[in-house]
């Protein structure tokens, strides 16, 4: 039992370092890209305000355009309980180095008549920081391959089966990302076996985490508890609880859903009885 204990401790021990690395790395990176745009930023405004007139013959081309953001691109996944391979929820959370936060809430259409409940608390239609959007799965692959290319770094918690899951339903771009795992971090600042789910993460930033299991609020949640760890300062994003629910398309797609999970249940009823 002492010689599991000790191993254990040299763990998370190894672990700790190891976040710590990565947090001052990631800190660093940051202050270099923000100090980057800031002074590319300074220098085109200078050199647009004594630049000669557009039909001076002596006329400079423009200076080149500041540098992209740093962005982290967060990402969290819900599935159906009953198939682990029909992913229900999409949620992505992005955060610019300008200080910008950015919330969306992918549903796929095939799947909205699965819901869970029954092991994993159903929390789909309470997302809290915009409207939710139904789209058929191929769309949201496509919407979400080109929100994430432009990411400097993939965020998530506990983030490998998301991100397996991801390139598993065609996104592309992930083979080999930049990744900040907020599971990992956490050792650099609670020791032991202690709880380090998300929604203990959350409570020990004080972010008064609502609704989790809801791709798009895990997503928030945890990109806020990552700049917590980083350090970063921002401004907690006002709660905007979706209104897709009163939306004639989203009433329409969920209840074609809905006809259609009823009427293969009707079909696989009938041929049993048979």
């Not at 007139?53 to 423009?62: E, F, I, K, Q």
């Not at 740093?70 to 949620?91: K, Q, R």
């Not at 971090?185 to 609670?190: D, E, R, T």
Request: glycine share 4%.
């Amino acid at each position: 039992a002492k010689e599991r204990e000790e191993k254990a401790a040299a763990r998370d021990s190894s672990r700790a370092s190891n976040a710590r690395k990565t947090i001052k790395s990631l800190q660093v990176k940051l202050r270099k890209m923000q100090v980057t745009t800031a002074t590319a930023t300074a220098a085109a405004a200078a050199a647009a305000a004594t630049s000669p007139s557009p039909s001076s013959s002596s006329a400079s081309p423009p200076p080149p355009p500041p540098p992209s953001p740093l962005l982290f691109a967060c990402v969290d996944l819900e599935w159906w309980e009953a198939d682990h391979n029909s992913v229900t929820e999409i949620g992505l959370a992005f955060y610019h180095s300008c200080g910008t936060l950015r919330h969306r809430h992918l549903l796929t259409s095939e799947h909205l008549s699965k819901r869970n409940g029954k092991w994993v608390a159903d929390c789909r239609d309470s997302f809290l920081f915009g409207n939710s959007e139904a789209l058929p799965l191929e769309e949201a692959v496509k919407e979400v391959t080109r929100e994430m290319e432009n990411a400097h770094y993939v965020v998530g918690h506990a983030v490998k089966q998301d991100l397996k899951m991801l390139m598993k339903i065609g996104v592309k771009g992930l083979h080999d990302p930049q990744v900040v795992d907020t599971h990992d971090l956490s050792f650099a600042f609670i020791e032991g076996s202690k709880n380090r789910n998300l929604k203990s993460l959350a409570e020990y930033y004080g972010l008064k985490p609502q609704h989790l299991h809801n791709g798009g609020n895990d997503a928030a949640y945890t990109l806020q508890v990552m700049l917590k760890q980083l350090e970063i300062a921002f401004e907690v994003p006002a709660v905007t609880p979706s209104q897709h629910m009163t939306c004639p398309n989203f009433q329409q797609l969920q209840a074609q859903a809905t006809a259609e999970a009823q009427a293969i249940a009707q079909a696989i009823e009938d041929e049993l009885v048979e």
